[in-house]
């Protein structure tokens, strides 16, 4: 019966981390659907949304929704201004020069952040008490409802943003053709913005579910958000779903790796089963075959 | 032809071996105008992570691929050569050799499957590969020292005589980073230079033509992984300590910082990138907080206006410029 | 000399060739025609090992090239264009150039870093063979601009001069002359007749028809992947399959 408790308690948290991860990887995929490239300052949006809960309730003092939503709101507005200022001044349309821009604007953010914030690791309260309670025999923290819950709605809202509303109809046009979209005069510029926006939202949303988990500092994004880049590929990068699942599966596996290998080699794990999976499926396990 | 045109024309047709040869003439003679080890120690910095960016040139710049994990193949060849003479007492020129070429075996095994990928694939795979080696840096502390670092390693030593001091250490890096440039430079004036230049720039046409993408590729991530590993083996003699923070993926988005800001596709860029990024902390000291801050507005300033690098595209403004001259003269 | 045999390839299902067959003779230029989309390029890329054909052969000489990878069929003598100019934008015209010669160049890995003498006359040799190419194609004044820069008109020369730098046996043109003004075309015509006479093996794609009908030895008429017709010029200009099947999609081609 203990080992049943313990194997529900690596689910749940597998499942917490995965959740996030899928949040992130969302992110890394809205922007790549619509612009074809990968966008490092994803993992930056992360923190950031930490850090603005923190200073909205501590510094401004709202309460706690507020706080919340005010977060979210910020990371996006962020992810616009990176769109902006950052990437849409440059011409070129090499993919690999784009990677390295993103990875020069998230050096900033990161630097921008260490001095806004400082070096160290600050605590964030949950969204509510921290009275734990008992499911299927884990030990379940409120905080780890509350992001199963929040994620679920975000994939649905964002679900129903891409099939349902002309904007999210436009950005699935764009992601299949960006220059039939551009001739049928989809405006391209404020779909990208969009997009920036969104991915800013989710990653945003990802800060403000774990760091009261993970405690807060101004890097605590960066391998967050490698995993979740890392969840994106498994999951194919480009199919939502897929995405989704590639989230929960590394959560998952890390949790079990943690549990029944060795929680020091935790990362070890991870990234190898994802080198392996690239290896030997380079398409992730729900992508489209490609060549 | 006037005597005149002839040296012009003598010059621009050795004009790599002769700024070859002038940078060995100016590095052969610093030691003389400077003699503050400080200074010496940071020329020395240089030569060694030039080693490893005209590597990742290569394989950046020229083939036009991606790598944010450079930085564990120098960590594999800085442990390796710790690993091998301190605790087991090889010769450390030997050690570097043996290193390399494991690094070099390693590169093939990993990037057999890894440079199928493309794009971002690519990039997971070598941050993936590069967070694995940190951590086991971290964790595997009986071997590796952990966190606080491996101490305790041997200096080199040429002909009985130990490098162990920054003068030493100069002339000892500066010859190999220019047998290693020169040896690049050839490179890429190569038929296989040329292969690697058109498969970056288009993989279909460049297969069509005969060249073999795939290997071509292999084979150049396996050579900057070499030199990665020859300039991780030289970084642990020349501080006698490493520690795993030297080598985590933040060092590498560093390299790809200096490879990037030289220039894609300009070994002589890599040669300022480098200079640039090492020597900023020096003279920004004051500015130590925004460091950060500074390193990605240059990066992302520069990837603005001159998308393939700053000397790449100053120089390829420069030939446009001559050429449009040259063209309206004529007519 | 080149023959094509049952080839068929799919897309996702959809059939861009179905059980084409035909032979280009040594020495003669085929020409495939077709409306857009019937399969013209697609049936080059299977022959080139850019695409690998779902069924069928393609014979050289009785010799199986059909699966070889793309990268292997120039070192048969058989070289090609692309139809959307598949050129190194940033590397200069003479180097655009140099890189048809692949086959002969030295790509050892321990010679191109050491560069001995042998191989540095080597590279020579191959970068004047490769300038009397530029000054066949009008290009030599551009030999050092880069590609990107180009008019339309100069990068299509370039495009057939790396092609035919290395001495190919055999040729394939994917609509070499659309996009060029008619002197520019004609300027083409002239040196594609002047390869068959030198004893080239041809496969020309081409929509110009005044162009087709001026050069071809034998025409094969492509529709939505089926093979419908094969004759002569006269033969197929006269042929009311083709006239159907060109003037059904007249408003399209034309
Ligand atoms: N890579 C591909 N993936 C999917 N479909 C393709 C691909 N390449 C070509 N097709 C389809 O195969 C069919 C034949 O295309 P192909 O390019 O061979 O035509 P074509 O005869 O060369 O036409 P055009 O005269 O316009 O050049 C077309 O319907 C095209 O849409
Ligand atoms: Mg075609």
Redesign the pocket.
């Known amino acids: 019966m203990q080992s049943f408790n313990d194997f529900m308690q690596f689910v749940f948290s597998g499942l917490t981390n995965g959740s996030v991860y899928a949040l992130i990887a969302l992110g890394f995929c809205v922007v790549h659907n619509t612009m074809g490239i990968v966008n490092f300052t994803q993992v930056d949006f992360v923190s950031f949304g930490g850090m603005l809960l923190y200073t909205s309730l501590f510094a401004v003092g709202l309460p706690m929704p507020a706080a919340f939503l005010g977060a979210i709101f910020g990371a996006a507005l962020a992810g616009m201004l990176v769109e902006r200022v950052g990437i849409r001044p440059s011409k070129t349309d090499n993919h690999l020069v784009l990677i390295f821009l993103t990875i020069g604007l998230s050096i900033i953010l990161r630097g921008i952040m260490k001095i806004l914030w400082g070096k160290n690791r600050m605590a964030v309260p949950p969204l509510t008490a921290d009275k734990p309670v008992h499911i299927l025999g884990a030990t379940v923290l409120p905080q780890i409802i509350w992001i199963l819950l929040l994620t679920l709605i975000a994939v649905a809202v964002l679900a129903w943003f891409f099939r349902c509303t002309s904007m999210g109809l436009c950005m699935r046009g764009v992601a299949s053709n960006p220059t039939a979209a551009a001739l049928v005069g989809l405006n391209v510029n404020r779909i990208k913005a969009v997009s920036f926006a969104i991915a800013g939202g989710l990653g945003g949303l990802a800060g403000v579910l774990i760091t009261p988990i993970t405690t807060l500092s101004y890097d605590v994004g960066v391998l967050l958000g490698l995993k979740g880049f890392a969840a994106a590929i498994l999951g194919g990068f480009g199919s939502f779903p897929g995405v989704v699942l590639g989230g929960l599966t590394l959560g998952l596996l890390e949790s079990f790796s943690a549990a029944y290998f060795s929680s020091a080699y935790k990362d070890v794990t991870a990234f190898g089963i994802l080198l392996l999976v690239l290896f030997i499926k380079p398409q992730g396990f729900l992508g489209k075959g490609r060549h | 032809m006037s005597a005149k045109d002839k040296i012009l024309y003598f010059i621009w047709l050795h004009r790599t071996g002769l700024t070859v040869g002038a940078l060995g003439l100016v590095l052969g003679f610093y030691p003389l105008f400077q003699d503050n080890p400080y200074f010496l120690g940071i020329s020395n910095l240089i030569g060694i992570y030039l080693i490893v960016t005209i590597g990742l040139n290569l394989f950046i710049g020229y083939a036009g691929q991606i790598s944010l994990g450079h930085a564990g193949f120098v960590a594999l060849g800085a442990y390796g050569s710790a690993i091998l003479t301190a605790d087991l007492g090889w010769n450390p020129w030997l050690a570097l050799i043996i290193v390399a070429l494991l690094v070099g075996l390693a590169a093939l095994l990993v990037g057999i499957p890894t440079l199928r990928l493309s794009g971002h694939y690519l990039a997971m795979a070598t941050l993936g590969f590069n967070i694995v080696i940190y951590t086991i840096l971290i964790q595997w502390d009986k071997i590796t020292g952990g966190p606080s670092g491996f101490a305790g390693i041997p200096p080199l030593s040429v002909f009985g005589m130990p490098i162990d001091d920054e003068l030493r250490f100069h002339y000892v890096i500066w010859p190999l980073a220019i047998i290693f440039l020169t040896l690049a430079l050839n490179l890429v004036r190569s038929g296989l230079g040329l292969g690697l230049a058109a498969l970056a720039q288009n993989e279909t046409a460049a297969s069509a033509l005969g060249i073999k993408v795939s290997r071509a590729k292999i084979q150049v991530f396996v050579l900057s992984a070499v030199l990665a590993s020859v300039g991780g083996s030289l970084f642990a003699h020349c501080f006698t300590f490493v520690n795993p923070h030297s080598f985590s993926i933040f060092t590498s988005l560093e390299l790809v910082t200096m490879v990037v800001i030289g220039g894609l596709g300009s070994v002589w860029g890599s040669l300022f990138g480098t200079a640039l990024i090492v020597l900023m902390p020096e003279y920004l000291e004051f500015f130590e907080t925004y460091k950060d801050i500074i390193h990605g507005l240059i990066l992302v300033v520069v990837l603005t206006v001159f998308p393939q690098g700053l000397i790449s595209g100053l120089r390829d403004m420069a030939r446009l410029k001559i050429l449009q001259r040259r063209d309206i003269a004529q007519h | 000399m080149l023959s094509i045999d049952h080839l068929t390839k799919h ?2 299902g ?1 059939p ?1 060739l179905n059980d084409v067959s035909f032979d280009c003779p040594a020495g003669r230029i085929t020409t495939l025609i ?1 409306p ?8 080059i890329n299977c022959v080139t090992g850019v695409l690998v054909p779902d069924k069928g052969s393609v014979r050289l000489e009785g010799t199986e090239i059909g699966r070889e990878p793309s990268y292997r069929i120039p070192y048969h003598g058989i070289a090609r264009t692309f ?1 959307n100019l598949a050129l190194f934008p940033r590397l200069s015209v003479l180097e655009n150039v140099l890189s048809g010669l692949t086959v002969e160049a030295e790509t050892g890995f321990l010679k191109s870093i050491f560069r001995p003498p042998a191989t540095r006359n080597h590279e020579r040799r191959l970068r004047l063979k490769a300038m009397e190419m530029l000054d066949r194609f009008v290009l030599a004044g551009k030999a050092d601009w880069p590609v990107g820069e180009l008019s339309y008109g100069d990068r299509k020369r370039v495009e057939m001069a790396r092609a035919l730098v290395s001495g190919p046996r055999i040729l394939f043109l994917d ?1 070499p002359v659309a996009g060029l003004n008619a002197e520019e075309s004609a300027a083409i015509g002239e040196e594609i007749c002047r390869l068959r006479n030198l004893g080239l093996t041809i496969l020309l ?1 081409e ?1 110009d028809m005044d162009l087709v009908m001026a050069v071809s030895d034998g025409i094969v008429v ?1 529709d939505s ?1 089926e093979l419908i017709a094969q004759g002569s010029p006269e033969e197929i200009r006269h042929n009311p399959k083709v006239i159907e099947a060109y003037l059904g999609r007249m408003s399209v081609t034309a």
């Open positions: 897309f996702g959809l861009a077709g857009n989309g019937a399969g013209k390029s697609t049936l139809q609509e794609v929509h492509l992947g």
